[in-house]
């Protein structure tokens, strides 16, 4: 069975993709117009992703973020009605202190900004933690590898999991946190900056679709930030990045022509004037 375009993307018809070999479309979004195009392009899931920091907010982190502002942008996606999955972001320090503020966060991610799942980064030491969340039924997506969050342990941006010798345990380590993520009862999990021999083995060995970006070529699905497909940030570009428009320049042409059409009186024309 093929994807079906007119119909309501849940969490299980995410986990069935898998199943029926077909590739899971993932992209960032933080606002209803923009939510609005990429789900009329029939997108598989929405990610109301923390990366609004960095693409929107104008920080040099994620880690700022606050569930105020993760719960605002939620709301202007899901007004959208997307098709897409909504999936919302958890925020630094939104699940990390203990398991009743977890569920209570997750629960407003719902509640409040019509999230249909939630993702949270980390692996075996998060999994108690996703375990709870799952037990109240709110949807998890995990996120291990490069977890934006950790920044300041990882030491920068840097790819993880790279072979003995460069990282020696960290393989070890990540397929650890998988199985645990899958176990503690994620629907599906994001592997970011992770080496693609790396996630391929954890793609094969777990039951649930794996979603890469900077992952390579064999995970069940793939997710980007949509300004950086877009040509939309000014954020150094990683090379997992693939730019697919420069809107940026879209944009610059159009607001140079206007400024230039205003100065020489061109805009307005009668056609644009009330009489
Ligand atoms: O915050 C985000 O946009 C993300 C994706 C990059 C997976 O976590």
Redesign the pocket.
């Known amino acids: 069975m093929s994807a079906n375009l007119s119909s309501k993307v849940t969490v299980p018809e995410v986990q069935r993709l898998k199943t029926a070999g077909q590739k899971i479309t993932a992209l960032?979004a933080y606002d209803y117009p923009f939510a609005r195009i990429l789900d009329a392009c029939g997108i598989d899931v929405l990610?109301v992703?923390?990366?609004l920091g960095t693409v929107v907010q104008g920080v040099a982190t994620?880690l700022p973020v606050t569930m105020d502002e993760m719960v605002y942008h939620l709301k202007l996606v899901s007004r959208a009605r997307p098709r897409a999955l909504v999936v919302g972001?958890m925020p630094f320090l939104s699940y990390q202190a203990g398991i009743c503020d977890a569920i209570t966060n997750a629960g407003r991610l719902l509640k409040e900004g019509s999230a249909e799942a939630v993702?949270l980064e980390g692996g075996v030491n998060v999994a108690r933690v996703i375990k709870a969340i799952v037990n109240v039924d709110i949807p998890v997506m995990g996120?291990i590898g490069l977890t934006?969050q950790s920044v300041h342990r990882m030491g920068g941006f840097k790819v993880q999991g790279k072979k003995a010798g460069r990282q020696p345990g960290a393989r070890e380590r990540l397929l650890e946190d998988a199985q645990a993520v899958a176990e503690a009862g994620a629907f599906a999990v994001?592997l970011?900056g992770v080496p693609m021999d790396l996630a391929h083995e954890i793609t094969d060995r777990l039951p649930i679709p794996t979603i890469g970006?900077g992952a390579g070529p064999y995970c069940d699905g793939q997710?980007l930030?949509m300004h950086d497909l877009l040509g939309l940030s000014d954020r150094f570009a990683p090379k997992f990045v693939k730019r697919y428009a420069d809107l940026q320049e879209i944009v610059s042409q159009a607001v140079n022509a206007y400024i230039n059409e205003v100065r020489s009186g061109v805009f307005p024309q009668d056609e644009h004037s009330f009489h």
């Open positions: 960032t990610l992703g923390d990366s994620t972001d993702k996120h934006p994001v970011e970006i997710i930030v």
